[in-house]
Antibody, heavy 126, light 110 residues
Framework: EVQLVESGGGLVQPGGSLRLSCAAS????????MSWVRQAPGKGLEWVAN????????YYVDSVKGRFTISRDNAKNSLYLQMYSLRAEDTAVYYC???????????????????WGQGTMVTVSS | QSVLTQPPSASGTPGQRVTISCSGS????????VYWYQQLPGTAPKLLIY???QRPSGVPDRFSGSKSGTSASLAISGLRSEDEADYYC???????????FGGGTKLTVL
């Protein structure tokens, strides 16, 4: 079964750090771009970051640049999100998502998230 | 504030056809693919449409997508009560080097 399982969420104080993990199974992890997408309580979806199959390209939404780092361990079929200097506005459910990212003509087009995890809640509060 | 603009709400009666719009710009929708997601209450989003108008396996042909210039639309025909959900458009943005989501449209089946 194709599956993504997130872990590592919890309650953290403002300015604190947290590391999210996403375990992939049922597909060839190294064939896919991967992303983190978050959803604040009662709000819409917000893409956070993505990473190419070999880790050579990474992109972030402006609001997390310099604070969050996306990484992957292809030997462990795992995706990570290291979060530093957390703020109240980072409070959200964080989803791990597989990205079909169609590529052609030297360009890739991320955004087709076909498999999602169940999400892990991150709460930033004192 | 989302750069992709969707109406906050839409509604229809069972059997009707409903369309949801998504307005963007030359740096996203015009030059990149558009994707559509359905999110049922309390669940993770589900990919409905990819590459502007393609349906993943298992998505009913009642759902269709289109794109023209800097705008895109999701059409749902033969509306059913189980279609009541939040719908999001998304696209890569060349200027931001990131994926943008629309603000979401809450569909109510009356």
């Amino acid at each position: 079964e194709v599956q993504l399982v997130e872990s590592g969420g919890g309650l953290v104080q403002p300015g604190g750090s947290l590391r999210l993990s996403c375990a992939a199974s049922g597909f060839t992890f190294t064939n896919y771009w991967m992303s983190w997408v978050r959803q604040a309580p009662g709000k819409g979806l917000e893409w956070v970051a993505n990473i190419k199959q070999d880790g050579s390209e990474k992109y972030y939404v402006d609001s997390v640049k310099g604070r969050f780092t996306i990484s992957r361990d292809n030997a462990k079929n795992s995706l990570y999100l290291q979060m530093y200097s957390l703020r109240a506005e980072d409070t959200a459910v964080y989803y791990c998502a597989r990205d079909l990212a169609y590529c052609g003509g030297g360009s890739c087009y991320p955004g087709a998230f076909d498999i999602w995890g169940q999400g892990t809640m991150v709460t930033v509060s004192s | 504030q989302s750069v992709l603009t969707q109406p906050p709400s839409a509604s229809g009666t069972p059997g009707q056809r409903v369309t949801i719009s998504c307005s963007g710009s030359s740096s996203n929708i015009r030059s990149n693919y558009v994707y559509w997601y359905q999110q049922l209450p309390g669940t993770a989003p589900k990919l409905l449409i990819y590459r502007n108008n393609q349906r993943p396996s298992g998505v009913p042909d009642r759902f269709s997508g289109s794109k023209s210039g800097t705008s895109a639309s999701l059409a749902i025909s033969g509306l059913r009560s189980e279609d009541e959900a939040d719908y999001y458009c998304a696209s890569w943005d060349d200027s931001l080097s990131g994926v943008l989501f629309g603000g979401g449209t809450k569909l109510t089946v009356l």
